[in-house]
């Protein structure tokens, strides 16, 4: 079992960063991809990021291509996202969740794929 718990969000200005965090306990972190997936208010929860267990396999959803980066410290059980450039359209409450497996293959973007969920951090980008 793993709990992912995600920190890092908060208020910043269009353009600015910000680096999430995903502290995730349990001695199966380092065998499962990991993921980021956001929720903005009346919309759908929608994939962000994946990164493989190793960290050399990584994905991303095409509206952030470029801006944010996913990595892993499997020594820390953590996950990261930075984000930069950041645009109110990327004003959500982060998730980040835990694979089935090494590997998402082409299930990357599938919520269902992921087993384990975090609370969620807010994050909110002001023109």
């Known amino acids: 079992q793993v709990r992912p718990v995600e920190s890092g969000g908060g208020l910043v200005q269009a353009g600015g960063s910000l680096r999430l965090s995903c502290a995730a306990s349990?001695?199966?972190?380092?065998?499962?991809?990991m993921c980021w997936f956001r929720q903005a208010p009346m919309k759908e929860r929608e994939f962000v990021a994946a990164i493989s267990w190793s960290g050399r396999l990584t994905y991303y959803a095409d509206s952030v291509k470029g801006r944010f980066t996913i990595s892993r410290d499997n020594a820390k059980n953590t996950v990261y996202l930075q984000m930069n450039s950041l645009e109110p359209e990327d004003t959500a409450v982060y998730y980040c969740?835990?694979?089935?497996?090494?590997?998402?293959?082409?299930?990357?973007?599938?919520?269902?794929?992921?087993?384990?969920w975090g609370q969620g951090t807010q994050v909110t980008v002001s023109s």
């Open positions: 969740a835990a694979g089935q497996n090494m590997l998402p293959g082409q299930q990357y973007y599938n919520p269902t794929y992921y087993d384990y």
């Open positions: 349990g001695r199966t972190f380092s065998n499962r991809a």
